[in-house]
């Protein structure tokens, strides 16, 4: 293996690895013949990266896409002022930036940084391109990614247009439960850390930390950490 500037490669991804297993399993590859899949997994690669480890800059020229097996990666833009918005963070079993392979310059919109150690595979655009034009299957399932990205993105803008940043909070507060009680109590789990968290929701940390402590001065919640609990569910919902 060689590091380069935190991040490591490997081999090509073995047949009986789990990573290629699990890219297989993607519905982009899922529609691949058995020989398609094999010419492309022989011009995939596996990369570990570390935590704050930057895969490509906005602007890079782009000649491959990623699938996402381990750990969490980060997709902003940053501002003219030096602003830096989160415009999504990509978990496990995900792929990120395969739709640059459509557009007429081939080049990354966005800057992905791994948000803690990651493992992921590196897939070639022009293989990848070159197998799903005689594919009809696969490069339908692709052109139904792109829509529901395209889809979640204008929900997105809905969402930052119309409400408040009160109500944006709480309604990713209410996204992330994790468990509920029937006494009308339930926990919230932060995975992301603060900063991301206020970049998706279009506030700065401050107004983050401004908003958690009136919602718990008003009895509706309590923080511990990166654990929220909601004392009164139902009145929480009231906001939503």
């Known amino acids: 293996m060689t590091r380069v500037a935190g991040m490591v490669d490997s081999d090509r991804m073995d047949a009986s690895s789990e990573v290629r297993t699990a890219v297989r399993q993607h519905y982009l590859f899922a529609g691949l013949s058995e020989d398609d899949f094999a010419e492309l997994a022989a011009e995939a690669s596996i990369k570990e990266v ?5 895969l490509f ?3 890079d020229p782009s000649s491959c896409f990623y699938y996402l097996d381990t750990g969490l990666v980060e997709l902003s833009l940053v501002s003219p002022t030096g602003e830096k918005k989160t415009l999504e963070v990509v978990r496990p079993g995900r792929t990120f930036a395969e739709a640059v392979a459509f557009m007429r310059e081939h080049r990354f919109p966005v800057t992905a940084e ?9 897939i070639p655009t022009d ?3 070159n197998l799903i034009r ?13 829509s529901q990205h395209l889809h979640a993105r204008v929900r997105e803008i809905e969402h930052l247009t119309i409400q408040n940043a009160r109500s944006r909070l709480i309604g990713y507060l209410m996204d992330h439960i994790a468990e509920e009680t029937d006494g009308g109590e339930a926990t919230v789990r932060l995975t992301l850390p603060r900063h991301v968290i206020a970049s998706r929701l279009s506030i700065t940390p401050e107004t983050l ?22 004392h009164r569910l139902a009145d929480l919902k009231l906001y939503d």
């Not at 791994?114 to 590196?122: D, K, N």
């Not at 930390?209 to 909601?230: A, K, P, Q, T």
């Open 57 to 59: 800059h906005r602007g």
């Open 114 to 122: 791994a948000l803690e150690a990651s493992r992921l595979c590196r």
């Open 209 to 230: 930390s401004r908003l958690l402590r009136n919602l718990s001065d008003e009895g509706l919640i309590s923080v511990d950490d990166r654990v929220v609990f909601v």
């Open 134 to 146: 005689s594919n009809p299957d696969a490069c339908l399932r692709l052109l139904a990614d792109i």
């Open 50 to 54: 570390d935590h704050g480890a930057i």
């Open 127 to 129: 293989t990848y391109m």
